[in-house]
């Protein structure tokens, strides 16, 4: 398994923008796809975006598309997602995931979780 530590939520007003950072850890860590889920109050995890391990593809959920990026910096075992233009509904506990297997936007196929990092939009 990885080990993967989240940072970078924040409260935010709308409109505005933030990037979220997935450390890690482990030797074969940069060997992983890795991803992004939400999960709202009272809500299920919810993808949002997803990367193969050499960063040549990206997956977005259709809630995000063109307003979220994701993108991975393998010397730093990190990846990333940029948000911009951030609506309330956004608002959620975001957590990073690696090691998928089978269906990559369904969170029971993703092996190794971080502890999630909050995301507050407000209007």
């Known amino acids: 398994q990885v080990q993967l530590v989240e940072s970078g939520g924040d409260l935010v007003q709308a409109g505005g923008s933030l990037r979220l950072s997935c450390a890690a850890s482990g030797r074969t860590a940069s060997t992983y796809p890795m991803g992004w889920f939400r999960q709202a109050p009272g809500k299920g995890r919810e993808f949002v975006a997803a990367i193969t391990s050499s960063g040549g593809s990206t997956f977005y959920a259709d809630s995000v598309k063109g307003r979220f990026t994701i993108s991975r910096d393998n010397a730093k075992n990190t990846v990333f997602l940029q948000m911009i233009s951030l609506k309330t509904e956004d608002t959620a506990v975001y957590y990073c995931?690696?090691?998928?297997?089978?269906?990559?936007?369904?969170?029971?196929?993703?092996?190794?979780w971080g502890q999630g990092t909050q995301v507050t939009v407000s209007s």
């Open positions: 995931a690696a090691d998928p297997e089978g269906d990559w936007r369904s969170s029971s196929d993703w092996g190794s």
